[in-house]
Each structure stands twice: as structure tokens, then as C-alpha cells.
């Protein structure tokens, strides 16, 4: 049984920093794009973070470039997400999924998908 699990959210401050992991099981993904994505409350699901197999390509959304790094390890079969400076407007919950087809920035591309784990960033 393939599964994604996610970890790692909270409750933090603006400014502060987290760290959200995301563990593979059942089947290696190292070949596979990974994707981090995000819902809030009343919104549609919108994409945070990608990175190519290797790692070696990382693609981010605008809202988050320069305070966010994805990256992954192939040997652990895992996948992180390091999100500095947080606001508010990041509250979210966020998920990890895998890339099947399609842009690496549509959530309709991937097909594999993490329960989410709850970011909250308090004023």
C-alpha cells in the first residue's frame, strides 16, 4: 500500500521557521517529481514547492520564493519542505503528492497525496 505522510506543522509566530517532512512507504518515489501544495480555509488548493528526481530542479510559487526550500533524500525516500519567515497568510494545510503527468504545478498532475499536516502562523 502506497502511502505519503506528512509531519512537522504547527503553530508558530510570523517570522518563525518550520520544517514539514513528508515520509514515502510502499514504493520508492526517487524517480518521481514531488510536489508540496497547500489549502486554507475557503480556498482552492494551491501549489507551494516541486523538485525533479535528482533534486537537482526545485520550482516554487511566487508567494514563496526566497523563504522556502524543498529538497529530498532518495535514500531516506522522504521529502521536506523548509519554510522560513512565515505570515499569517500561510496558514494552510499543507500536502505532499506525487507527480504523475501533466505541469509539475497542477494539482490534477499528481496522484499519490499525503493526509496534510496543519500549518498555523499567528500576527
Known amino acids: 500500500q502506497v502511502q505519503l505522510v506528512e509531519s512537522g506543522g504547527g503553530l508558530v509566530q510570523a517570522g518563525e521557521s518550520l520544517r514539514l517532512s513528508c515520509a514515502a512507504s510502499?514504493?520508492?518515489?526517487?524517480?518521481?517529481?514531488m510536489g508540496w501544495f497547500r489549502q486554507a480555509p475557503g480556498k482552492e488548493r494551491e501549489f507551494v514547492a516541486a523538485?525533479?528526481?535528482?533534486?537537482?530542479?526545485?520550482f516554487y510559487a511566487g508567494s514563496v520564493k526566497g523563504r522556502f526550500t524543498i529538497s529530498r533524500d532518495n535514500a531516506e525516500n522522504a521529502v521536506y519542505l523548509q519554510m522560513n519567515s512565515l505570515k499569517p497568510e500561510d496558514t494552510a494545510v499543507y500536502y505532499c503528492?506525487?507527480?504523475?503527468?501533466?505541469?509539475?504545478?497542477?494539482?490534477?498532475?499528481?496522484?499519490?497525496w499525503g493526509q496534510g499536516t496543519q500549518v498555523t502562523v499567528s500576527s
Open positions: 510502499g514504493r520508492t518515489f526517487s524517480s518521481d517529481i
Open positions: 523538485i525533479n528526481w535528482s533534486g537537482g530542479s526545485t
Open positions: 503528492a506525487r507527480h504523475s503527468r501533466s505541469c509539475y504545478y497542477d494539482d490534477q498532475g499528481y496522484d499519490y
